[in-house]
C-alpha cells in the first residue's frame, strides 16, 4: 500500500531564506507525486505535480520539486522564500498511474517564514 | 471560473445526529473526492465517484456514505454522529482522473 512520509512537521526559517521541504514515498507500482499548500481556514491549493517525463517540476511562484526514483523521494524547494509562503505544505501521492483514484497525504510540514 | 463550491462552511451538530454536506465540482469536472482533515488523523480518503458510481472508498464506517448526482454534484453523509467525526470535510474535483484534483474550503463540522 502506498504511504507518504514528510520528515518535518514544522520548518521555520526566515525571509529570503532557502528552503527544502523533503517527501519520501513508499509504492511498489508507478506514482503520481504532488504537493499542496493549506493557508489557514482554507482547503487545499495545487502547488505542483509530477506525472510524467522531466523529473523537476516547477510552479509558477518558485517552488520546484524534483522526482527521485531511486530514492523514493519527492522534495520541494524555493531558493527564497516570502512571509508570504507561511502555511501547510503537504505531499500526496497516487498509485497506480492514477487509477486507484484515491491521494495518499504525508502529515503536512508547517513552514513558518520570519522576517 | 467558479472553483469547487462546499456548503455549508461550518456546521454544529449533536451526537448521534445525522448530517449532509454538499460539493458542487468545477464545470465540466466529472470525478468528485471526499476528504477528512483532522488534527491527529491528518488527510483521510473517504471515497471517489465518476459519473454518478463509486470507484474507490476508504477506511471509514458504514455511517459515512456519498453519492453523486447526473450533474456532477455530490453529497456525502454521515449518520449517528460520534464526537470523533469532528473535523474539516473536503471536497475535491477533477476531469476523471488523478492529475491533481482541485479543492473546495471545506466544511468545517463540529460535534457536540
Known amino acids: 500500500a502506498q504511504s507518504v512520509t514528510q520528515l518535518d512537521s514544522q520548518v521555520p526559517v526566515f525571509e529570503e531564506a532557502p528552503v527544502e521541504l523533503r517527501c519520501n514515498y513508499s509504492?511498489?507500482?508507478?506514482?503520481?507525486l504532488f504537493w499542496y499548500v493549506q493557508y489557514p481556514n482554507q482547503g487545499l491549493q495545487l502547488l505542483l505535480k509530477?506525472?510524467?517525463?522531466?523529473?523537476l517540476v516547477e510552479s509558477i511562484n518558485g517552488f520546484e520539486a524534483e522526482f527521485n526514483k531511486s530514492q523514493t523521494s519527492f522534495h520541494l524547494r524555493k531558493p527564497s522564500v516570502h512571509i508570504s509562503d507561511t502555511a501547510e505544505y503537504f505531499c500526496?501521492?497516487?498509485?497506480?498511474?492514477?487509477?486507484?483514484?484515491?491521494?495518499?497525504f504525508g502529515k503536512g510540514t508547517l513552514l513558518t517564514v520570519n522576517p | 471560473k467558479a472553483g469547487v463550491t462546499q456548503t455549508p462552511r461550518y456546521l454544529i451538530k449533536t451526537r448521534g445526529q445525522q448530517v449532509t454536506l454538499s460539493c458542487s465540482p468545477i464545470?465540466?469536472?466529472?470525478?468528485v473526492s471526499w476528504y477528512q482533515q483532522t488534527p491527529g488523523q491528518g488527510l483521510q480518503f473517504l471515497f471517489e465517484?465518476?459519473?454518478?458510481?463509486?470507484?474507490n472508498k476508504g477506511n471509514f464506517p458504514g455511517r459515512f456514505s456519498g453519492r453523486q448526482f447526473s450533474n456532477s454534484r455530490s453529497e456525502m453523509n454521515v449518520s449517528t454522529l460520534e464526537l470523533g467525526d469532528s473535523a474539516l470535510y473536503l471536497c475535491?474535483?477533477?476531469?476523471?482522473?488523478?492529475?491533481?484534483?482541485?479543492f473546495g474550503s471545506g466544511t468545517r463540522l463540529t460535534v457536540v
Open positions: 500526496a501521492v497516487s498509485e497506480g498511474g492514477g487509477s486507484n483514484y484515491k491521494l495518499t
Open positions: 464545470s465540466g469536472h466529472r470525478s
Open positions: 509530477y506525472l510524467s517525463g522531466s523529473t
Open positions: 509504492s511498489s507500482v508507478s506514482v503520481y
Open positions: 465517484y465518476f459519473s454518478e458510481t463509486q470507484r
Open positions: 475535491a474535483s477533477s476531469f476523471g482522473g488523478d492529475y491533481g484534483y482541485t
